[in-house]
């Protein structure tokens, strides 16, 4: 079983920076393709920052794009989300989500996670 741990969240105002972290206690993390995913009060969650396990490469979701970097240092398992120029449509609860491991690319579909973390709430004030 594979326990992640989000944490990094907070209250800031429209144009800070944040950066998310999360912790997995997976031995096999350098194998699993992460993910953060969003979920504002009332909203469905949503998809937003992907890297892959292989070669690193990532997707980012449309709203996100030139603002937000997803990472991760296999040596300390854990991914990261740095958030620039935030807004506050970007406050929600962020996720993290772990692929099972050797899952090939990255995904911007939920069922395609199979663990995830408690969340950490992000706020932003305008």
């Known amino acids: 079983q594979v326990q992640l741990v989000e944490s990094g969240g907070g209250l800031v105002q429209a144009g800070d920076s944040l950066r998310l972290s999360c912790a997995a206690s997976d031995r096999t993390f350098s194998r699993r393709v992460m993910g953060w995913f969003r979920q504002a009060p009332g909203k469905e969650r949503e998809f937003v920052a992907a890297i892959s396990w292989s070669d690193s490469s990532t997707d980012l979701a449309d709203s996100v794009k030139g603002r937000f970097t997803i990472s991760r240092d296999n040596a300390k398992n854990t991914a990261y989300l740095q958030m620039n120029s935030l807004k506050p449509d970007d406050t929600a609860v962020y996720y993290c989500?772990?692929?099972?491991?050797?899952?090939?690319?990255?995904?911007?579909?939920?069922?395609?996670?199979?663990?995830w973390g408690l969340g950490t709430q992000v706020t932003v004030s305008s």
């Open positions: 989500g772990a692929r099972k491991s050797s899952s090939s690319g990255t995904s911007r579909y939920l069922s395609d996670y199979q663990f």
